[in-house]
Structure formats: C-alpha cells, structure tokens
C-alpha cells in the first residue's frame, strides 16, 4: 500500500497550488480520501474530504472558496487544488485512505506561502 503526495512547494501570497495523491496497492475507489495537514507543535487537521465515488465533498470552514478537492478513480489520484493561498496556509498536508473506521497515510508534502 501506497499513498504518494506531490505538488506542494514555495509560493506567494495569492498564489495557486494543485496538490496529488497517488494511490497504490489497494482499492482505491473503494475508500473515501481527505487531505489533512499539520504544523509544527500542532495536530494534525482535516481539510477537505471526498467520497468514494467522488459525488461529495466537503471542507474545513478555513479553505472554503479556495480549495477543491477531486479525484480521478481510473488514475488512483487524489487532488487538491489550493487558490489564493493565504500565509496560514503554510503546512505539510498529508492524504488519507479511510474506509471502515481505518486507513492509510501518505508521506506528506510541504506547503510554502511567503512572500
């Protein structure tokens, strides 16, 4: 099993950034996914989560507006398109397979905004 996220780097306030989340080794289209993420001396929070089958989503109140979160079943991909990036956005966001209660974590990929 593998979760393998991608994307994340340095930009500007304002800027954009479309994270991935590459799945391998189990049903992918099975599992709902979220994107979490996490700062230093603070835990870890959910951001956004999809369904399955993709047909529903839903967001953590900070990111409403600014982030999407998709996935492509055919491709075990997960996204998360990040617009007007904000300086408290700046983390190491994580992806997450859950499905009956358990689930799997990727390796995380570190998120930038500064000016």
């Known amino acids: 099993v593998q979760l393998v996220e991608s994307g994340g780097g340095l930009v500007q306030p304002g800027g954009s950034l479309r994270l991935s989340c590459a799945a391998s080794?189990?049903?992918?289209?099975?599992?709902?996914m979220r994107w979490y993420r996490q700062v230093p001396g603070k835990e870890r929070e959910l951001v956004a989560g999809i369904t399955n089958s993709g047909t529903s989503t839903n967001y953590k109140e900070f990111v409403k507006g600014r982030f999407t979160i998709s996935r492509d079943n055919a491709n075990n991909t997960m996204y998360l398109q990040m617009n007007s990036l904000k300086y408290e956005d700046t983390a190491v966001y994580y992806c997450?397979?859950?499905?009956w209660g358990g689930g799997y974590w990727g390796q995380g990929t570190q998120v930038i905004v500064s000016s």
């Open positions: 080794g189990f049903a992918f289209s099975r599992y709902d």
């Open positions: 997450f397979a859950v499905r």
